[in-house]
């Protein structure tokens, strides 16, 4: 039996491909600090877990198709605090934020038809695309200049007639940018030009480091029947584990079908949307510590980075991630290099080659994505080893 | 912005679409009887709640994509009860039952191929194939026979150069259909002769009643490179909100890949494998008794049935379904009817029409899917509900 040409093209998780050679690793006795992941340390808000254990049902029975109703009115007076106006009817749970993504891609694009995407951009959205054909076509960013947008010449040079939508995360995962009101704006208007929604992957929303305005796509009045939230409560709360994710638009034709899809797969986890209820009724003064502690870590990350000679690196204003040019030949070597070949102090560090967040050929090689999910003690190692590391390293530039 | 064809194209579930009406009938002070859906009324053994309780990591943090590798043992070990030997490596854990098949079909067949299904089917086994370009043939079966498979060169006549796989659940959703050794042997020779895939969908494995032999495709030992496996703990344990199910296969080469789209959606929920992981571990024992009850709801259901003039069942021999054939011009009207307009003692009952299980136009119109998941009291009552319903619909035949 031949497999689909699908499958067999699509390429695996730069993120999670090199799990198995860390694994080997820590198996040899190194500790390894995990930058690879965007796994957070910081705790979940314990009323998940005590939602959890309350729960006392004796049958564990279906969702409905749509979520939690009590889940998805957390979410309308969450998304209230942000001027954010959805109603019950336009919010549909999701498996995470994944599923929240796929969805969107197969309910606005057919195969052969295209997304934009600014890359480098979460490689995934190559995962859900591929699968089910649709192809992203990149505009390129930068890390010299911080990822902005180019000009609207620059991006609407990209659009073709199966140009569908422009799918954006924002803060953005890989690069932390975060983009000014005046990039949505040209977003909003090239997307009203050409007729294409705007799928808004907005699941670092509080993950902003500095006293600069955000703009969420929700909140761009004239554009609303375009735009299509993606949200998850994996980095909003610290529960990556739970998958709960949410798709949201004012669009009635596009939620109207979305459903069709959220009722082929029945439902999502009827305990874990319990959880998540109260996660989205936690007092927004939890994001201040959050936030706080993520920007102190991106801080230290900057400046121990930028004291690593040859590494280029711009400061990110959001998320927590951030991508680095680092002086070597290959990243990918370098980081399995890293893995396997190296440690200090009986430790090494693991970081996403950042290759495979681009769509070009070529571009990201000798880039990657580091992820500050660790606590300051843990990230001054961990720059320590990456310095150490690139001195050591055979194919430095 | 126009929506793709494939999500328009889609048709809703059939088995859920009718769910507002109902709730319109609840909320007017109807009570409703459920046969609509496949929400067992069983408890979920309490071993599956405890591991929740006893959660106690402070951050929920994402599982491997591959799945708690102590949740993939216990499958291991479940297996092997069934003489089904599959190793840890050829074992991931999906989202549901549902994601397990989307993915198989992924990752065998291409936009444009084809994969056989007997019908009627298990209606989303359509909403997994066409949001991803796969068309579903349909291998005509009859409720005036129980539902057999048709003869090998019947079956072969369907088979073009694009068939990929064959796709069929055992014990039958909806048809309540258990195949015999010679039916299995049919389809593995069918599979070997045309270098198909088998897709076996066996999430109701323990759902036999009678004292005849079940046979998985998983002990089919000449064709186990082309047996793929999908398997839930929905129905098997009554977790049906858990939605944790898995895709087994000793295709080396289809795992490698299946685990690219394991990557792309990250992980399973965390905490529901813990779960999970205590139900594998439950003592076969368990299913006697809940085989034992279902057994009588089914002699219960099928008894009451052909005493209602005009109604054309044979007797279901697993899971906990069956079609039904009623004397009535149009399925779909009557179940609607039944829930706004018939009531008897401020009650009424819910079934899902079968045309959604069939792919061949105009099958099917006459039929329901029962799935007798209440209990005998209860069934009793809807049984004598849909008789007196069936007198009084003025679109009797």
Request: aromatic content about 12%.
């Given at each position: 039996m031949q497999l689909s040409n699908r499958i067999v093209s699509m390429q695996a998780s730069p993120i999670r491909k090199l799990?198995?050679?860390?694994?080997?690793?820590?198996?040899?006795?190194?500790?390894?600090?995990?930058?690879?992941?965007?796994?957070?340390?910081?705790?979940?808000?314990?009323?998940?877990?005590?939602?959890?254990?309350?729960?006392?049902?004796?049958?564990?029975?279906?969702?409905?198709?749509h979520g939690d109703q009590e889940l998805i009115q957390a979410m309308v007076d969450y998304y209230k605090k942000y001027d954010i106006e959805y109603e019950k009817s336009d919010i549909i749970i999701t498996n995470g934020g994944s599923e929240a993504l796929l969805f969107a891609i197969i309910a606005v694009a057919d195969p052969e038809d295209e997304i934009l995407v600014p890359e480098p951009f979460y490689t995934n959205y190559n995962g859900f695309s591929v699968p089910v054909g649709v192809t992203v076509k990149p505009i390129t960013t930068s890390p010299l200049d911080g990822f902005r947008l180019p000009s609207k010449e620059a991006l609407e040079k990209v659009i073709t007639p199966r140009t569908r939508a422009i799918l954006l995360s924002n803060?953005?995962?890989?690069?932390?940018?975060?983009?000014?009101?005046?990039?949505?704006?040209?977003?909003?208007?090239?997307?009203?030009?050409?007729?294409?929604?705007?799928?808004?992957?907005?699941?670092?929303?509080?993950?902003?480091?500095g006293d600069f305005e955000y703009t969420s796509f929700g909140t761009v009045k004239e554009i609303q029947?375009?735009?299509?939230?993606?949200?998850?409560?994996?980095?909003?709360?610290?529960?990556c584990g739970a998958r709960i994710g949410s798709i949201a638009s004012k669009n009635k034709a596009l939620m109207a079908n979305?459903?069709?899809?959220?009722?082929?797969?029945?439902?999502?986890?009827?305990?874990?949307?319990?959880?998540?209820?109260?996660?989205?009724?936690?007092d927004p003064?939890?994001?201040k510590g959050v936030n706080d502690e993520y920007r102190k870590r991106r801080d230290l990350v900057f400046k121990l980075?930028?004291?690593?000679?040859?590494?280029?690196?711009?400061?990110?204003?959001?998320?927590?991630?951030?991508?680095?040019?680092?002086?070597?030949?290959?990243?990918?070597?370098?980081?399995?290099?890293?893995?396997?070949?190296?440690s200090y102090k009986e430790a090494t560090v693991m970081m996403a080659p950042a290759e495979g967040f681009y769509a070009?050929?070529?571009l990201g090689v000798d880039e990657v994505r580091i992820a500050y999910v660790l606590n300051e003690d843990d990230l001054t190692a961990a720059m320590e080893i990456l310095k150490l590391g690139l001195e050591a390293y055979p194919g430095k530039k």
């Open positions: 799990v198995p050679i860390a694994d080997k690793a820590k198996k040899s006795g190194k500790k390894v600090y995990h930058l690879n992941i965007g796994q957070p340390d910081i705790e979940t808000p314990k009323v998940f877990f005590d939602a959890l254990k309350h729960f006392d049902e004796k049958v564990l029975a279906y969702s409905s198709s803060p953005g995962n890989p690069t932390g940018v975060v983009y000014t009101r005046e990039e949505i704006q040209l977003i909003a208007d090239i997307a009203k030009a050409h007729d294409l929604f705007v799928i808004a992957d907005e699941v670092y929303r509080e993950f902003i480091y029947d375009h735009v299509i939230i993606i949200d998850s409560i994996s980095k909003r709360y610290s529960a979305v459903m069709k899809l959220a009722q082929s797969r029945l439902c999502v986890p009827t305990i874990e949307q319990v959880g998540a209820k109260e996660l989205y009724k936690v003064s939890y994001f980075l930028r004291e690593i000679p040859g590494v280029i690196v711009e400061e990110p204003k959001g998320a927590f991630y951030m991508v680095v040019k680092l002086p070597v030949d290959d990243a990918e070597k370098f980081v399995i290099w890293m893995l396997e070949e190296f070009t050929p070529g």
